[in-house]
């Protein structure tokens, strides 16, 4: 009988990886926001794999540590931000360094979320959102896209350009190589949801992990 494998989503709170996980597993997409207390775990069964995935809480609240003793028994992981706060974004090194101390270069996806955002600023504002800005892209998503009960007034969004991410994949690629790949996904749209859970089972076959 074939093992379940162990993935675990991790990234800043509120980026999207609850959501990410259930888009995936139900088909569905919830607009409430729920903070995840400890660890979330579902199962799924997708091409060929008995996949077990452990969406484990962002919160910075909660020590690091524990957030690391979820990661024992992971043979992949999902790294998650929200493509409008570019603090989720930078916080990736530390995610991954912390990771790798538990699991040695396992193989990583990318998921650069909420891209659903940026596209209603830009269908709204009529203009690109690299060439917004800050006030304008900070007023337009605290006002039309996020619920209050979520984020303060004192919220910072700026949003990730597509050139800092890829320049970041890139220089990640020179030293993980194939272990990593990323994309753009949104959660609530089911943008590229599917095909960033397909790519990190195809990288966990890859890997030449024993599944029996």
């Known amino acids: 009988m074939a093992r379940k494998i162990k993935v675990v989503i991790i990234g800043d709170g509120a980026v999207g990886k609850t959501s990410l996980v259930r888009r995936f597993v139900e088909g569905k997409f919830q607009e409430d926001y729920i903070a995840t207390i400890g660890v979330n775990v579902r199962d799924k069964k ?44 930078e916080n990736l090194d530390q995610w991954i360094n912390e990771l790798y101390e538990v699991t040695g270069k396992i193989p990583l996806v990318i998921a650069g979320n909420k891209i659903d955002k940026i596209r209603d600023f ?15 892209f900070q007023e337009f998503i605290k006002d039309s896209q996020y619920h209050k009960t979520v984020y303060s007034s004192e919220s910072e969004f700026l949003p990730v350009k597509y050139s800092e991410y890829k ?14 790949s990323y994309l753009f996904t949104s959660a609530k749209t089911g943008k590229k949801v599917t095909k960033v859970f397909h790519t990190l089972s195809k990288k966990i076959k890859e890997s030449q992990i024993s599944f029996d």
């Not at 043979?75 to 603090?87: I, N």
């Open 122 to 136: 830009e269908d709204s504002q009529d203009v690109p959102f690299s060439e917004a800005s800050k006030e304008q």
């Open 167 to 180: 320049s970041w994949g890139k220089k990640k690629k020179k030293t993980l190589g194939d272990k990593i």
């Open 46 to 89: 997708a091409w060929g794999l008995d996949l077990s995935l452990w969406d484990i809480y962002g919160q910075k609240s909660i020590s690091p540590g524990k957030h690391s003793s979820h990661y024992v028994g992971a043979v992949a992981a999902m790294v998650v931000f929200d493509m409008t706060r570019k603090e989720t974004f």
